[in-house]
T-cell receptor
Framework: DAGVIQSPRHEVTEMGQEVTLRCKPISGHDYLFWYRQTMMRGLELLIYFNNNVPIDDSGMPEDRFSAKMPNASFSTLKIQPSEPRDSAVYFC???FGQGIGYTFGSGTRLTVV | KQEVTQIPAALSVPEGENLVLNCSFTDSAIYNLQWFRQDPGKGLTSLLLIQSSQREQTSGRLNASLDKSSGRSTLYIAASQPGDSATYLCAGGDNYGQNFVFGPGTRLSVLP
């Protein structure tokens, strides 16, 4: 397996624009997680899915953020409209139950100017 | 709400030394705990996972222990090498072992 695949690797956008981040989890993993990492706040869980169903979205900062998982092999994180404070590295991860096989993607570095 | 702290924030050691990284968590109801490694500009790689019924895990030169009663975990690295230089993060799992709360990490530098 190629691991967790995220795209794009880098994204630079202007404030107010819509941004869509993409993730392909490892085949067979039941859980998918979206994280955000910044120097100030460290690594924060935004939302996670179990069998394509959102389980906990309490980490989603605002209504501007939304995430979907239409099938077991694809998920998106959308920010609309984007703001400079959204600039961060966004990671997707997937795993089996109980944290087994926890694997992170390489991340998307988002810069909002 | 679970909070995870790590001490020290940064550590620099000469090659060959044995070292210990510390992790503390506030909620003893932690289900499991993982140690991760993060290289600059990269994602995190899981090193060791200690499940609820376990007290320690070993992989090669790495050994991690978990003491729920004291709210602590340690990662022991034996005979450190320059290739061990990275940031090490611990993460505590909730009572389902799924929602992991991450510590801020310890940045390790092993000098040749």
């Amino acid at each position: 397996d190629a691991g967790v695949i995220q795209s794009p690797r880098h994204e630079v956008t202007e404030m107010g624009q819509e941004v869509t981040l993409r993730c392909k989890p490892i085949s067979g993993h039941d859980y998918l997680f979206w994280y955000r990492q910044t120097m100030m706040r460290g690594l924060e869980l935004l939302i996670y899915f179990n069998n394509n169903v959102p389980i906990d979205d309490s980490g989603m900062p605002e209504d501007r953020f939304s995430a979907k998982m239409p099938n077991a092999s694809f998920s998106t994180l959308k920010i609309q409209p984007s703001e400079p404070r959204d600039s961060a590295v966004y990671f997707c991860a997937s795993s089996f139950g109980q944290g087994i096989g926890y694997t992170f993607g390489s991340g998307t570095r988002l810069t909002v100017v | 709400k679970q909070e995870v702290t790590q001490i020290p924030a940064a550590l620099s050691v000469p090659e060959g030394e044995n070292l210990v990284l510390n992790c503390s968590f506030t909620d003893s109801a932690i289900y499991n705990l993982q140690w991760f490694r993060q290289d600059p500009g990269k994602g995190l790689t899981s090193l060791l996972l200690i499940q609820s019924s376990q007290r320690e895990q070993t992989s090669g030169r790495l050994n991690a222990s978990l003491d729920k009663s004291s709210g602590r975990s340690t990662l022991y690295i034996a005979a450190s090498q320059p290739g061990d230089s990275a940031t090490y993060l611990c993460a505590g799992g909730d009572n389902y072992g799924q929602n992991f709360v991450f510590g801020p990490g310890t940045r390790l530098s092993v000098l040749p």
